[in-house]
């Protein structure tokens, strides 16, 4: 196989061309955008963070051009710029899909159904972790934890929550994306797209009819451990072993309210195991 002179100075690790610089009138714009990211900080360079966000909304991923623009309106080198670009996962490296479908695969999600969600996903859609659908819909992806260990499984879709998904409400929401149905996550803002999503978190106003007020009925997350630190029941969830009983559409099982894998699923009286109380005044002023 043949290769190009531009491909034969990649693979040599020969430096590439400087990037191109964005059109006048695009540059012009996103450069009274940095200016007002820029003046919320004392220090310039702290901005950096926001205005990666501002180049990915131009584009729908971080390029080299965008790269180049942080560091001519900060003052920094590109290197720089790349190294901050390139350590965190938020800012995409290459062209991705409107709606970035993350499917959390940490401990809880895992063993509630999203790891048979992420599996039965890319085999839906047809493409593996960080691919995009043909028609450049949906980018679909693994996950770290979002802190929603509470409504596990959850799926994520340009940062919003989707939270208590199975393997077949997980299908029935990309093909909604892909069909532009209307999908409300289950709580917080309306979907928008990622290059929406990117100039949002760039610091600037979402602009659509009621989206700021918008909000969901999930309730607060993370309280199920302060409700069993108070005594009060909660009906437990059990994950069985894969058998010839367990849904076979990785729809999470659902036990009884006194079912549980083990005691310390229950609520404990733990107060035998303080220190015994010291008596006297010095204890009494204490308290």
Not at 37 to 60: N, T
Not at 132 to 151: M, P, Q, R, S, Y
Not at 178 to 184: E, H, K, M, Y
Not at 188 to 201: E, M, Q, S, V, Y
Request: charged share 20%; glycine share 10%.
């Amino acid at each position: 196989m043949t290769t190009t002179p531009s491909e034969q100075g990649v693979s040599l690790g020969m430096p590439q061309l400087p990037a191109p610089d964005y059109p006048d009138d695009v540059r012009a714009r996103l450069e009274a955008d940095a200016h007002d990211v820029i003046a919320r900080y004392p220090d310039s360079r702290s901005a950096l963070l926001p205005l990666l966000h501002l180049v990915q909304s131009e584009e729908g991923h971080v390029t080299r051009t965008g790269m180049r623009f942080c560091a001519d309106v900060l003052g920094l080198t590109t290197a720089e710029v790349t190294a901050v670009a390139t350590f965190y996962s938020m800012y995409r490296r290459r062209p991705s899909g409107d709606y970035q479908v993350g499917v959390c695969t940490n401990t809880l999600c895992a063993v509630m159904g999203g790891d048979a969600i992420f599996e039965a996903l890319q085999d839906h859609l047809g493409v593996g972790n960080g691919g995009t659908t043909d028609d450049g819909k949906v980018t679909l992806e693994h996950i770290e934890c979002n802190a929603a260990c509470d409504f596990a499984p959850v799926v994520m879709v340009n940062w919003e929550f989707f939270d208590n998904q199975t393997v077949s409400s997980a299908k029935a929401l990309v093909d909604d994306l892909r069909a532009g149905n209307q999908v409300d996550p289950t709580r917080g803002a309306p979907l928008c797209t990622f290059k929406d999503t990117a100039r949002i978190l760039a610091g600037f106003p979402d602009e659509r009819e009621g989206a700021v007020e918008a909000s969901g009925s999930a309730g607060p997350a993370s309280l199920i451990g302060l409700r069993l630190a108070r005594g009060e029941t909660s009906a437990a969830r059990v994950v069985h072993p894969r058998g010839p009983g367990a849904p076979r559409d990785g729809a999470p099982h659902d036990p009884s309210p006194t079912e549980h894998l083990s005691s310390h699923d229950a609520p404990q009286d733990t107060s035998a195991s303080d220190p015994a109380h010291p008596a006297g005044p010095a204890a009494e002023e204490g308290e």
